[in-house]
């Protein structure tokens, strides 16, 4: 996997929420993304996810140009992401939910083969006895972990994950943290906003620090936290 963001920048009106950063991953990094609000994280995040598109500068992943690419074309290069407020569909099954964004992917590969793949994402996330539960009777954590197996449904190389530790149990936290950690050690790299400075800090190989649109550091863990 690599990833090379050149002199990105965005505005919204009179804000200039991304400045004309540049940032390279590559292989299965894990980086945390962490700053203030209102710093650019979760607009770098939208940027490379197709939501927004940048106002200059180029994004490659694997050597394709994906900069205003829509999150569908975006999923399909292999990146998956999940979102700070999770947007889960409330009305439908953890079975269906997981099923959306398989058959959306690859509406050739049949109902049958993308039910399979649910029932493995639901046995990876320990969640097969919510399969038949409706969306909006989870938890705010289960609906994270849920989030997660939509993604793990395309099976990305590179997973974004916005705030995945944000208003969750303690104890549903460290089982979010676990599975980060497995699916890093089998092969997924990752980008993690988060302002749990104890979990990203603990998780992250790397950190890149965001303030008012610019990177202010780049580094191990170590290094940053020492950084003035």
Sequence with gaps: MELKIQDLAKNFGGIRALKGISITLS??????????????????????????????????????????????????????????????FRRMTVRENLLVPGMAHDPQRGREAWEERGREVLEFLM????RNDYARNLSGGQQKLLELGQVLMTDPSLIMLDEPFAGVHPKLMETIFDYITTLHSGGKAFIIVSHDMDSIFTLSERLIVLSDGDIIADGDPETVKHDE
């Excluded at 940027?47 to 205003?68: E, L, R, S, T, V």
């Excluded at 969640?127 to 919510?130: G, I, S």
């Design 27 to 88: 292989g299965n990094e894990l980086v945390g993304l962490i700053g203030p609000n209102g710093s650019g994280k979760t607009t770098l995040v939208n940027i490379i996810g197709g939501i927004y598109k940048p106002d200059k500068g180029q994004i490659f992943f694997n050597g394709a140009d994906i900069a205003g690419l829509k999150p569908n074309k975006v999923t399909k290069h292999g990146i998956g992401r999940t979102f700070q407020v999770t947007r889960a």
């Design 127 to 130: 969640m097969d006895h919510l």
